[in-house]
């Protein structure tokens, strides 16, 4: 393991605390007394390291109750180091959904403070590009509250500064596979703020559904899953959740980003049932809701050569998403003169047979 000197310009190391897959944890005091958690990227790669610091100097912008603050950015024997708020006593939201799906108030407070972290980056100009339950800390609040707080922006980039090639390079798949948008998939360099009201419809779903949208046994099967939006509707993995609730995931999960809630503040008004959204195709609707028109989309099957690269992993680019088709019409979308001429061949086989009879 590295070790760090004791101490760090006005940063004392007290402990280490955890080590992840790209970084370590170490636990630091301040000069002033404040305490700190000081990230510490385990890769010598530059190009990382340069990721590690420009999430360094993004993080320190983003001031929210909803965020975990960056306290400052400090060298440590060449390598940049950010240090962190350290929440203590808490656990983050994945390990909170393993227990299963969320109490309605409680699911309700931390979707509240989940938004509000989020449209906070997105009004700084920080798109977040790796939101999923992980990424989110949950500190003990007043009472029994937990406060959700975004944590990790290693994939963050400013949203109206170009894509980095160096930061972004082809072949690689940037995020996590369950939770990233279909255009992260194949462009992470180019997305906007509408990738990250994907990874929020995909969490909003395991939140209310205990179990994550997009699943498969491989890679390539989510990866497959999140490029055609083919995920279980909510009332059938959780019956009787509110309508509003399942209106607003499906909000979020489009294949086309066009067709998605442009923002998290309409987001926001849809979950509360303050404002209606007509979504169209791309969602996994089997039935009408209140406010809703979302027709079960198919596709063409893909060949078994387009094939997936795992995160991290060199490999071939994800394929473009294939043409919707229209769905199958349905008794609820034939016209009227077709209604018409059903009705009119019934009643002349009617007669028909009535004369025949008397006859």
Sequence with gaps: MQELPTQTGPWQVEGFLAEGGMARLWRVRHSDGRIGALKVSRSRDPDLLARAAREGRLQAALVHPNIVRALDVIDVDGTPGIVLELVE????????????SLP????????????????????????????????VLLEAGA?????????DFGLARPEFEPPDAKMTRAGFILGSAAYMAPEQARDAGSVDARADIWSLGAMLYEMVAGVPAFEGDTLEQ??????????RPLDAVRPG?????????????HVDPAMRVPDVATL??????????????GGARRR???????????????????????EGEPGPSVPPRAASVPPAPTARGVPRWGWAALVSVAVVGLVVAVWLRMG
């Design 89 to 100: 006593g808490g656990h983050t939201l994945e390990a909170e959904l393993r227990a299963g």
């Design 104 to 135: 309605p108030e409680r699911l309700e407070r931390l979707v509240a403070g989940l938004l509000d972290g989020v449209e906070a980056a997105h009004r700084a100009g920080v798109i977040h590009r790796d939101l999923k339950p992980a990424n």
């Design 143 to 151: 009472g029994e509250v937990w406060v959700p707080r975004l944590c």
């Design 222 to 231: 989510v990866l497959l899953r999140v490029t055609r939006a083919h995920y």
């Design 241 to 253: 959740v509110p309508a509003r609730w399942e209106v607003a995931v499906e909000a979020c999960l």
């Design 268 to 281: 926001r008004e849809v979950w509360a049932g303050r404002t209606k959204w007509v979504s169209e195709g």
């Design 288 to 310: 009408s809701i209140p406010g809703v028109a979302s027709p079960v989309v198919s596709h063409p099957p893909r060949s078994n050569a387009e094939t997936f690269v795992a």
